[in-house]
């Protein structure tokens, strides 16, 4: 496309032609949308707000790395298992690869909190680093294979849905689910246990020492606690008031959906819409052999 951009500039970009061009169509709209590698760009962006959150949870220099580490093994696991699926026969669009990054990223940085929470929580309990992550494991898989089977059967939803990509889009999020899960049940905790007490420095805990415990969290799972139908009706309609948007969305397959208007191809396709009637923006090309005027003929007319 920057080739093709660079021939019409030419002969059109001289003074005075007073000539302005825009190259549209689908190559054109794919090479503005991956002309700056989305993906790499969603998974810095998903490695800074990650990193941002561990370092203010922890406030520690060392341990907010491990969950990084365990997040990105998790992707490079997602990404491994959704290539077999490809190879499978399974639709993997560009849409389906750019929410694995993201999907994974929040879902493994979901686990390692709670996990790395619970584990801190029971070195007071504990005389070595290896029977506090055996008990913070038991205590914490229930709840986080309940949170990723809730997520990965709501993905598998997806394939019901009428879009080839929308439908890819289901077990592929799963995958990215499970992947997470696995990583951070297992890689996080090997490194966590490598390192051992100084990941939480400066503020190690110590055998014996005494629990600290939120007034507030604790307030709330007292109440959760206490009340189980109660908080399920309530979490259940406030669930049903923010998503009750989507029964107004409508989407379709427009090319420039995802698009940034100001782009080169957006521009050029806007004109099309305005100027010409539906179709003509991408023309029937037919090729005929030489001498055969006839078929020519009637292939112009068939089309």
Sequence with gaps: ???????????????????AFAVTGSAAIYADGNAENQQTRLLLTALIIVAVILLLVYRSPVLWLLPLFGAIGAIVLAQASVHGLANAGLTVSTLSADILIVLVFGAASDYALLL???????????????????????????????????????????????????????????VGVVAALAAQTTFLPALLLVVGRAAFWPRIPEHGAGRAESRVWAGIAAQVARYPARTVIVVVILLGVACAGFA?????????????????SATGQHLIDAHFSAGVSYPLVLLVPPGQAGLRRRAVRWA
């Excluded at 107004?248 to 080169?264: F, H, I, V, Y």
């Design 116 to 174: 790395v929470h619970r584990y801190r929580e029971e070195f007071p309990h504990h005389t070595t680093t290896e029977e506090a992550m055996a008990t913070a494991l038991r205590r914490t898989l229930p709840t986080l294979i309940a949170s990723a089977a809730t997520v990965t059967c709501a993905l598998i939803c997806l394939l019901a849905a009428n879009s080839t990509a929308l439908r890819g889009l289901g077990p592929v999020g799963a």
């Design 1 to 19: 496309m920057r080739a093709v951009r660079s021939a019409i500039a030419g002969p059109l970009g001289k003074v005075g032609t007073g000539l």
């Design 248 to 264: 107004s969305l409508r989407t379709d397959d427009s090319l420039l959906g995802n698009m940034k208007s100001g782009t080169d």
